[in-house]
């Protein structure tokens, strides 16, 4: 058998060789914590939930969706004015998306032709480079280095690449680094793009996760942006609907435009009972948007004081469902400390050479455990002696 050749590009993904030792030491009636993937643990509001059951319950919504039924797109448009001060058209500048990784795997395929330069951070969620590959792009990364907290410097992207550049993603508040940008980078953010005449793709996936008081906005708020580029946002952390897959690019017309008709050739839309229970999520009750703040800064501080306490010093971050931090001084490659953790402690988390070249000797921890598993957690490590030479 003959595969194609872009298949090249993806090895075993690093998460499928930390699940295969979890169900291996879980067999064996270990215990595993496993704060390795990010998937949320704190479950959808009940006026949520009750909104999806009845969809469901009704025979009809059993159709194809074929498009997002017009409550939805209002919804959506209420949702980025009330909380974003964002006005959108809802026919023409709102595309729902299989949750944003399906976004994340297809935009460029409606951008980016084969050999087309897409920028993309370094360290970065994987899907940002693996959707540009996917569609036959070049990738240039662009680094986010602890000097400049985290933000890229647009100013060293060299001349000779940002002319040949199409598409360019970032993300703020970012995963994995958990940091935000200041309002002044998407400011210059606009202007590059304009410049380089680029498209610009912003995933604001963790808007709602930021802590100490401090509060996040939309690349979409600032003048100019909707002229350049979209924003993907999804509910699935801030409403805990992970597996009900919901996400939205919203933004500039003739990107939702064209993204809409990719995905009229490759899905028949999101399940009419997950559209009600999308709608329930952003027009209804937000108190559960605080409750669920509340509890990822509670476990925010449980695991990093806890963890410095015992000699693995972390700095809190200011937003997202992760940590991300240096490894022990001794080890030289994250993914074997990664796997001594888990095999020595039980602890399951990310290495940083996941995320691109810039995570080696960084892992990314998940807050998807409750408070007593974190502290057992910590426990663990003490225990395991991994800490020290």
């Known amino acids: 058998m003959q595969f ?15 699940l295969e030792i979890k169900r291996r030491k879980l067999e064996n009636g270990e215990q595993v914590i496993d704060l390795s993937v990010g998937t949320p643990n704190i479950p959808p ?7 999806l059951c009845i969809a469901a319950a009704d025979e009809r919504n059993y159709v194809y969706a074929i498009n997002d039924q017009k409550a939805l797109l209002e919804a959506v448009s209420f949702w980025y004015k009330n909380r974003y001060g964002v006005e959108l058209n809802p026919e023409t500048q709102i595309c729902s998306l299989l949750g944003s990784q399906e976004g994340l795997a297809h935009i460029a395929l409606s951008i980016a032709d084969e050999g087309d330069t897409v920028l993309v951070p370094d360290p970065c969620y ?16 662009m680094p986010q280095k602890k000097e ?30 958990a940091v935000m940008a200041p309002n002044s980078f998407y400011s210059d953010l606009i202007a590059f793009a304009k410049k380089y005449d680029i498209m610009v793709l912003h995933d604001n996936a ?26 993907f946002n999804s509910l699935s952390k801030t409403y805990g609907l992970a597996g009900a897959r919901i996400g939205f ?48 800064e509670k476990r925010r501080d449980i695991l ?31 993914e074997k400390f990664a796997m001594d953790l888990i095999e020595k402690a039980g602890v399951m988390v990310t290495p940083g050479s996941a995320f691109g070249p810039s995570g080696e000797r960084h892992v990314r921890l998940a807050l998807v455990q409750e408070e007593e598993v974190l502290i057992k957690a910590i426990q663990a490590v003490r225990e395991s002696g991994i800490l020290k030479l």
């Open 126 to 141: 994987p899907v940002f480079a693996d959707g540009p590959l996917l569609a036959g792009a070049r990738l240039h990364y």
């Open 206 to 231: 963790y808007s709602e996760l930021v802590y100490d008081g401090k509060r996040c906005g939309s690349f979409l708020s600032f003048p100019g942006a909707i002229e350049v580029g979209v924003e």
């Open 45 to 51: 509001a009940k006026h949520i939930v009750e909104a």
């Open 304 to 334: 990093c004081e806890g963890f410095k306490a015992i000699g693995w010093n972390m700095e809190k971050p200011e937003a997202t469902m992760f940590i991300w931090t240096t490894i022990p001084s001794h080890y030289e490659n994250s």
């Open 249 to 296: 690019c919203v933004g500039n017309p003739e990107v939702v435009s064209m993204l809409k008709k990719l995905k009229s050739n490759m899905d028949y839309g999101m399940f009419l009972p997950v559209q009600r229970a999308a709608i329930a999520a952003i027009t209804g009750d937000q108190t559960c948007v605080e409750k669920t703040r509340k509890a990822y």
């Open 4 to 18: 194609a050749k872009r298949m090249g590009c993806f090895g075993e993904g690093i998460f499928s060789k930390l």
């Open 148 to 177: 400049n907290k985290y933000v890229i410097r647009l100013q060293d992207i060299p001349e000779d690449v940002a002319r040949k550049a199409k598409l360019m993603l970032v993300s703020y508040p970012n995963n994995p680094t």
